[in-house]
């Protein structure tokens, strides 16, 4: 793994997670709508998180982890993202979304019994608090949270973890620039807000609209994940919005003291520069922090080094 360098105010984080979303994974290898790979899709974003030389604490997916339910795709995610999981030591959190089926996804994907209830689930990732709720209601495509779940987190959440809580869902609590979803949206975000209202609660990760956007919902920061399957193009006008086989992304979540960052890593790779690398950054780190600023951050010329 790669090696980390801290050179400003901000230590290294204290945890990391990998934010993955909407992989839509079909059985028997079909295309999505006849036109997007999905499997070649998500492995090339597998691929891409392998190249980031990363020791993630978790891989969160928030839902529509395949797109009809199918015993086999729910099969096929496994055998893609697993062995990533097991390589990096990183549990897998998987999250039910709207396209996703209960019965299924209990059985194909987590082994145990295909009933209809939701698929919740907690994980203290060293002292990060992670719960997965279920925002999908059986036969629809909207978003609820029900009561029993409501009662479920606010006993979780009655005690704080030492470094917070992050909840994962699919559908986002979210207004969305694309008209459609608001007939898909998440219902009764009151409710929701009622039972995180002075929690711990540092930062909700979501899904299903397909495009990378943050927010606040009750004070709490809102980042949701772009897709691995199509994205939304929004250089459309909203009306107009369709889906595209390009700008695939996922998130990079840094966890530190006083913050949350999240960062859109595309899945698309181009040829880059090489000034920076593993010998530019050993040779920072052997300089004291003026001597750093002497050498990358003044600028030549009138306003800056003094000419010879």
Same mark, same amino acid.
């Given at each position: 793994?790669?090696?980390?360098?801290?050179?400003?105010?901000?230590?290294?984080?204290?945890?990391?997670?990998?934010?993955?979303?909407?992989?839509?994974?079909?059985?028997? $290898?079909?295309?999505?709508? $006849?036109?997007?790979?999905?499997?070649?899709?998500? %492995?090339?974003?597998?691929?891409?998180?392998?190249?980031? =030389?990363?020791?993630?604490?978790?891989?969160?997916?928030? +839902?529509?982890?395949?797109?009809? $339910?199918?015993?086999?795709?729910?099969?096929?995610?496994?055998?893609?993202?697993?062995?990533?999981?097991?390589?990096?030591?990183?549990?897998?959190?998987?999250?039910?979304? *709207? @396209?996703?089926? %209960?019965?299924?996804?209990? %059985?194909?994907?987590?082994?145990?019994?295909?009933?209809?209830?939701?698929?919740?689930?907690?994980?203290?990732?060293? +002292?990060?608090?992670?719960?997965?709720?279920?925002?999908?209601?059986?036969?629809?495509?909207?978003?609820?949270?029900?009561?029993? =779940?409501?009662?479920?987190?606010?006993?979780?959440? %009655?005690?704080?973890?030492?470094?917070?809580?992050?909840?994962?869902?699919?559908?986002?609590?979210?207004?969305?620039?694309?008209?459609?979803?608001?007939?898909?949206?998440? =219902?009764?975000?009151?409710?929701?807000?009622?039972?995180?209202?002075?929690?711990?609660?540092?930062?909700?990760?979501?899904?299903?609209?397909? &495009?990378?956007? @943050?927010?606040?919902?009750?004070?709490?920061?809102?980042?949701?994940?772009?897709?691995?399957? &199509?994205?939304?193009?929004? +250089?459309?006008?909203?009306?107009?919005? *369709?889906?595209?086989?390009?700008?695939?992304?996922?998130?990079?979540?840094?966890?530190?003291?006083?913050?949350?960052? @999240?960062?859109?890593?595309?899945?698309?790779?181009?040829?880059?520069?090489?000034?920076?690398?593993?010998?530019?950054?050993?040779?920072?780190?052997?300089?004291?922090?003026?001597?750093?600023?002497?050498?990358?951050?003044?600028?030549? $010329?009138?306003?800056?080094?003094?000419?010879?």
């Amino acid at each position: 793994m790669s090696t980390s360098y801290t050179f400003g105010r901000h230590p290294a984080p204290l945890r990391t997670l990998l934010h993955l979303s909407d992989t839509h994974l079909l059985g028997g $290898g079909g295309r999505l709508g $006849g036109v997007y790979d999905v499997e070649a899709n998500l %492995r090339r974003t597998i691929e891409r998180i392998e190249g980031m =030389q990363l020791a993630p604490d978790a891989l969160v997916f928030t +839902g529509d982890l395949t797109d009809l $339910g199918e015993p086999e795709a729910y099969r096929l995610l496994r055998e893609v993202v697993e062995p990533l999981a097991e390589r990096l030591s990183a549990p897998i959190v998987w999250v039910a979304g *709207n @396209h996703d089926e %209960r019965p299924q996804m209990r %059985r194909d994907l987590l082994g145990g019994e295909p009933t209809q209830e939701p698929i919740t689930g907690e994980w203290d990732l060293g +002292g990060l608090r992670l719960i997965a709720l279920d925002s999908t209601v059986p036969g629809w495509h909207h978003g609820d949270i029900d009561d029993a =779940q409501l009662a479920w987190l606010r006993e979780r959440l %009655r005690d704080p973890a030492p470094l917070g809580t992050i909840l994962a869902l699919h559908h986002p609590p979210l207004p969305s620039h694309v008209p459609l979803f608001g007939i898909l949206e998440l =219902q009764r975000q009151e409710l929701l807000a009622e039972a995180i209202a002075g929690a711990d609660v540092r930062a909700v990760l979501a899904g299903h609209l397909h &495009y990378s956007t @943050h927010g606040t919902f009750a004070g709490v920061p809102v980042s949701v994940a772009s897709a691995t399957c &199509y994205t939304m193009d929004l +250089g459309r006008p909203a009306a107009s919005v *369709n889906g595209m086989d390009a700008g695939q992304s996922f998130h990079l979540v840094h966890v530190y003291d006083d913050t949350i960052t @999240h960062t859109v890593v595309p899945v698309a790779e181009a040829p880059s520069g090489d000034f920076f690398g593993p010998g530019w950054y050993e040779r920072m780190s052997g300089l004291t922090p003026d001597e750093r600023l002497e050498v990358f951050s003044r600028k030549p $010329g009138p306003h800056g080094a003094p000419d010879a």
